[in-house]
């Protein structure tokens, strides 16, 4: 019996780079951050099995019941989320993307909210995210996360909105893979997440990772803006 050497294919070292960021931030994205608690503006996020590439958030088993010791489970679809609970993983309608100046209205309250958010020095990162949602709607927007930097990620609604929540994914080579990095744990027309010092520091690796902003209106509908800061 002879055997045949088959070829060896080469994996390209970016691939083997994501490959590893996405297991190591699925390795303790279960774990809540120490300090990172509501009043740090957001709860680090937890890997799950969900069909649309979102991870599952913090204290949820499976089926939606809570899990031991951990939050109440989402709120469900077309109902504004619960005083203290986080919305149901993104990934359902896209809501209407609009230009930055067409929404000039977001934009002054926006601006008002960064001196009690944002840390001193943090500079705006990428482009602002305006939109026009109906409840259940999402908008995300692309965020290169540096090494040891800190990010704040403020979102905000005109009335009639009355619950906006947000995420920061991970994006990974993996298809439908998106690990949840971090949650904003306010209620309301406005979400902050990593409130000036408790911001989200990148901290897995050496080199930039490429993210997503994930904005989500389960209250309401309206304008909503979002902008990402850093420092």
């Not at 899990?67 to 990934?91: D, Q, R």
């Not at 999402?138 to 619950?163: F, H, M, R, S, W």
Request: glycine fraction near 14%; hydrophobic fraction near 45%; proline fraction near 8%.
């Amino acid at each position: 019996m002879s055997f045949r050497h088959l070829p060896v294919r080469r994996v390209h070292p970016s691939a083997v780079v994501f490959l590893a960021l996405a297991s190591v931030a699925a390795g303790t994205a279960c774990k809540k951050n120490d300090g990172q608690t509501a009043a740090g503006g957001y709860v680090q996020g937890q890997v799950g099995a969900a069909g649309n590439g979102a991870a599952a958030m913090p204290g949820v088993a499976a089926g939606g019941a809570p899990a031991a010791g951990g939050a109440a489970p989402y709120a469900s679809a077309g109902s504004p989320a619960a005083a203290g609970t986080a919305g149901p993983p993104p990934g359902g309608p896209v809501a209407q993307r609009l230009d930055a100046a067409a929404a000039a209205a977001v934009q002054p309250i926006l601006s008002g909210l960064v001196k009690e958010n944002v840390q001193a020095g943090a500079k705006p990162v990428g482009e602002a995210l305006v939109g026009n949602f109906s409840q259940g709607q999402t908008l995300d927007l692309p965020i290169q996360l540096q090494p040891n930097k800190c990010y704040t990620v403020i979102a905000t609604g005109l009335p009639p909105v009355t619950e906006v929540n947000v995420q920061l994914q991970l994006m990974t080579v993996i298809p439908g893979m998106s690990p949840v990095l971090a949650v904003d744990q306010d209620t309301g027309a406005t979400a902050v997440l990593g409130k000036k010092s408790a911001c989200y520091r990148w901290s897995f690796g050496v080199i930039p990772a490429s993210g997503k902003i994930v904005v989500q209106v389960m209250g309401g509908s309206g304008l909503v803006a979002a902008q990402a800061y850093e420092k």
